[in-house]
């Protein structure tokens, strides 16, 4: 038998045709963040203390969700390969119980114009932020979670285009 | 390492593999002497299978104070869904569609 404690950590690692830079603009301009994904503009004041907020669309209000989406603060930004934020999911009791988790996002030139992202999200103690970000095609058509954002970040840095149109 | 379709359908091509995929899926951060418990085989063994899913992204390695922790990567699989089951299921939908649309004006 192994003992072991059971980690809850959850990594996604992909690779971008695109620099660093415009990655980290893609992930923290609400004028980018929003046309990808889930298309809910988030906002980064990028200094440590400072507030994240993502909004919620209108359909996705019209759906029943909370104006405020997600919340959380920066603990650490160093762009454009560092960034290290707490993160609240506001959109279930279950998740809103479970409180803050924490989020890093690590941006690497592979080599030019290729940028390696790697996220990590820390759901100890939060199962249901774990199961909400691990993708649940009953939950949200398409999947959702972090592996659908980045694939769809991804589609969007190279076509200029999301999956979701 | 750049992502690559190929690096990973060839990964996902072997039992053992899909099995240390699954016992990540699970539960993840396993060092390689957890992983190794699971299966009948050699350390060296399961190594080498390790590091065809780190070469395919399926599995991303972190370190943690002497150990080396192995986490599954979802990513890799999800951008073949996007890029090649969707479009397929996609079109066995429409064409369902398109018979029941056919039989219901044949009524």
Same mark, same amino acid.
């Given at each position: ?165 | ?16 593999? @899909?099995? =240390?995929? %699954? &016992? ?5 951060? +396993?060092?390689?002497? !957890?992983?190794?418990?699971? $299966? ?10 390790? @590091?065809? =899913?780190? %070469? &395919? ?5 972190? +370190?943690?104070?002497? !150990?080396?922790?192995?986490? $599954? ?35």
């Amino acid at each position: 038998m192994t003992i072991s404690t059971q980690t809850t950590v959850k990594v996604h690692r992909i690779y971008i045709n695109a620099p660093v830079q415009k990655v980290w603009d893609a992930i923290t301009d609400p004028a980018w963040n929003g046309r990808y994904a889930y298309h809910a503009p988030s906002q980064y004041d990028l200094r440590p203390g400072g507030l994240y907020a993502v909004r919620s669309t209108p359909e996705m209000q019209a759906h029943g969700a909370p104006e405020l989406l997600i919340d959380g603060e920066v603990i650490e930004s160093e762009p454009p390969t560092r960034l290290v934020q707490t993160w609240r999911a506001l959109f279930t009791p279950e998740t809103v119980a479970e409180g803050f988790t924490r989020l890093t996002w690590e941006l690497d030139e592979e080599r030019p114009g290729v940028t390696r992202l790697t996220v990590t999200h820390d759901v100890e103690n939060a199962p249901n932020v774990a199961a909400s970000t691990t993708g649940d095609a009953k939950l949200h058509e398409g999947g959702g979670g972090w592996a659908w954002i980045l694939s769809d970040l991804k589609t969007f840095l190279e076509t200029g285009q999301s999956i979701q149109g | 390492m750049v992502h690559d379709d190929d690096l990973v359908f060839k990964a996902l091509a072997d039992p053992t593999r @899909r099995f =240390l995929l %699954d &016992a990540l899926f699970t539960r993840d951060g +396993r060092t390689l002497t !957890e992983l190794e418990s699971e $299966l009948d085989m050699t350390r060296f063994g399961v190594m080498k299978h390790l @590091r065809v =899913l780190e %070469d &395919a992204g399926l599995v991303v390695t972190r +370190r943690s104070g002497r !150990e080396k922790l192995h986490f $599954l990567n979802p990513v890799p699989i999800r951008l073949i869904h996007d890029r090649w089951i969707d479009k397929f299921t996609a079109h066995q939908v429409a064409a369902l569609t398109d018979l029941k649309n056919t039989l219901e004006d044949t009524q």
